[in-house]
């Protein structure tokens, strides 16, 4: 049975598999490999995931959630319509499409997946993306780090030529920056580094601010959906400048009306803030792994913002270098993730290629500081890029004469106090009454290829305390009992995707709208969902062709602020 290999991204998600020798991607309903990470209640409350929950982000905000992996970990709740859910529910349910989509294309069901999270995702995050596998239906025994699997496909894809890589992922809200070398079959990753508040969505939250400066429009006075418009016009824009040298933005939905005209000067100009932020990080890695720039051989720029020409050029004058010209931006991860899964199946053709991966951050105890009694010391054991996996002893002892307890406070993080790094949990050592110094307690930590840790700690009493804190949120029998509660949800049927995303897409457009062209949306609206209710295969999908060559030009006209004869009249099908 084929395990999946998945990018589980926070803007769009991809599934592929080890097939024939290759890697290979799965292509949604809509024939898409990138299925966007949306998911939408419907009013008759079937789930919608992917491009049509995206579009009703602006019609059905309040029944909508996007960006939901930057919560992962965390006990965030969004409610959509009069469902509530966890971000590891909203990213089960994604899952669950990819799933269905691969057991559809492949013709065999699917119960295994290897799941690609940023490298610096932490523990409780780590977790909770293995909980949303479960809740998918999905066994999850493999996490593999996104840079690690882009750095994967491009050693695939070029052969067993040694090299140090740089892997530099700009995704929709993420930074990931790796340095990779690759040694005849071995892919080692030696050090990782990265934004987890940076990507592709401040630099369209940049230039929607940027806009509204411009024309004069107060864009924190905007209700929700207008901000959630503007910045999605931000977006078509930003993509646009990828392949136009010039955009005109435009928005006119009855109460704001502007437009202006923007370059990759303007972009650069109102973004700067954010090109400073990726220098930090890249510089980073080359001090960790004590590698001089010149060193590096090549380039990889992957995650969908590395399109932008803008960014393109950043990096490759940071690094005196031009990004290889075979990356492939979106695609990268989830078919390094795919290689990853024939590696987990222990495909033949797989069999010797060896990945080994590093700890993105380092892991310690709270020690007692004796000049400042409140300010716990950071102690650390496995240190940041550490090769996986690792295993690290500590010897600890008490601080009080006649000391009988000692809590063990697990962190992580690079700041020599604990209060500035983040608490994973907690450990509680029973010792020998004894005067202070005396009672040694050895702690062992172990971090595994996945990234999950344990903790041992023995004393001289002898009984050892253990902790994992892969299980510290969920129990198995709470998993079961979301895993039921969610599988209760009906998907929206995979047959009826295409219309139902062009229905979503024609929302958005209404939302977006006023006057004539409004008008249009509403009534090819009305004629399509005519269409659609007599069920008739062929009419269905001449009217869905006819649909979309609609939307596109309104989508089109929506992004040029020109006037041209693009609305043809829903009366004469044939011209279509
Ligand atoms: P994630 O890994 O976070 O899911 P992706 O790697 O899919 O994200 O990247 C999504 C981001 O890439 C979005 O912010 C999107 O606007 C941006 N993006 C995608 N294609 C382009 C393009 N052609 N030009 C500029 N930005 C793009
Ligand atoms: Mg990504």
Not at 27 to 47: F, I, K, M, Q, R
Not at 78 to 107: I, M, N, T, W
Not at 381 to 403: A, F, M
Not at 521 to 549: F, G, N
Request: aromatic share 6%; with cysteine; net charge negative.
């Amino acid at each position: 049975m084929a395990i999946l290999g998945i990018d589980l991204g926070t803007t769009n998600s991809l599934a592929a598999v080890w097939r024939n020798g290759r890697s290979e991607l799965i292509p949604n309903a809509g024939g898409d490999y990138l299925t966007p990470s949306v998911v939408s209640v419907d009013e008759d409350g079937s789930v919608l995931v992917g491009q049509a929950a995206k579009d009703r982000l602006i019609s059905h905000p309040e029944r909508t959630a996007a960006r939901f992996k930057r919560y992962m970990g965390t006990q965030k709740v969004f409610q959509l319509g009069d469902r509530s859910f966890r971000p590891e529910e909203l990213s089960a349910l994604v899952l669950r499409r990819l799933k269905e989509d691969a057991e559809c294309y492949l013709g065999e069901p699917v119960t295994e997946a290897v799941i690609s999270v940023p490298a610096y995702f932490a523990e409780a995050q780590r977790s909770a993306t293995k909980r949303a596998g479960a809740l998918a239906g999905l066994t999850v025994e493999r996490l593999v780090n996104e840079p690690s699997a882009a750095a994967v496909s491009a050693h695939i894809s070029e052969g067993d030529e040694d090299k140090v890589c740089l892997v530099f992922d700009l995704g929709g809200g993420t930074l990931d920056v790796s340095l990779v070398e690759r040694f005849e079959n071995v892919v080692s990753v030696t050090a990782v580094s990265g934004d987890n508040r940076l990507g592709g969505s401040d630099f369209d939250r940049a230039i929607a601010r940027g806009f509204c400066e411009e024309t004069g429009i107060d864009f924190d006075r905007l209700d929700s959906r207008r901000q959630e418009m503007l910045i999605r016009q931000a977006e078509t824009c930003k993509m646009a400048l990828t392949v136009q040298p010039m955009v005109v933005m435009s928005v006119d939905d009855g109460t704001i009306r502007a437009s202006l005209p923007m370059n990759n000067e303007w972009l650069i100009r109102k973004c700067s803030r954010l090109f400073q932020r990726m220098a930090a990080p890249v510089q980073k890695v080359f001090r960790d792994a004590s590698i001089r720039v010149e060193e590096l051989d090549e380039l990889v720029m992957v995650g969908g913002s590395s399109h932008m020409p803008s960014v393109r050029q950043y990096i490759a004058q940071l690094l005196g270098r031009e990004p290889a010209s075979d990356s492939r931006p979106d695609t990268a991860i989830a078919l390094g993730a795919g290689i990853c899964a024939g590696m987990k199946a222990r495909a033949a053709d797989l069999r010797e290629l060896v990945l080994t991966d590093v700890c993105p951050f380092t892991l310690g105890v709270a020690t007692y500081n004796e000049a400042e009694p409140r300010r716990d010391r950071m102690s650390p054991l496995i240190e940041r890029n550490s090769v996986l996996p690792t295993s690290k002893e500590g010897i600890y002892s008490t601080v009080r004469d006649g000391q009988t307890r000692i809590d063990l406070k697990i962190y992580q993080g690079e700041n020599p106090y604990c209060e500035d790094n983040t608490l994973l949990g907690e450990l509680e050592v029973t010792v020998p009454s004894a005067p202070r110094g005396q009672e040694p307690v050895r702690v062992r930590f172990t971090y595994d290829i996945n990234g999950l840790l344990e903790v041992e700690a023995v004393s001289r009493s002898g009984k050892p305390a253990r902790l994992v804190l892969q299980n510290k949120e969920m129990t198995q029998r709470e998993v079961e009992r979301r895993l039921q509660e969610l599988s209760a949800l009906k998907l929206h049927p995979r047959d009826q995707e295409v219309p139902r995303a062009l229905i979503a897409k024609a929302e958005r457009m209404y939302a977006m709208t006023v006057g004539d062209v409004r008008e249009q949306v509403d009534r090819m609206l009305a004629w399509y969902q005519h269409e659609l209710s007599l069920q008739e295969p062929i009419r269905v999908a001449k009217a869905s062709r006819r649909m979309e060559k609609f939307l596109d030009s309104v989508e089109a006209y929506l992004g040029q602020d020109t006037l041209d004869d693009f609305f043809p009249d829903p009366g004469d099908q044939e011209d279509f």
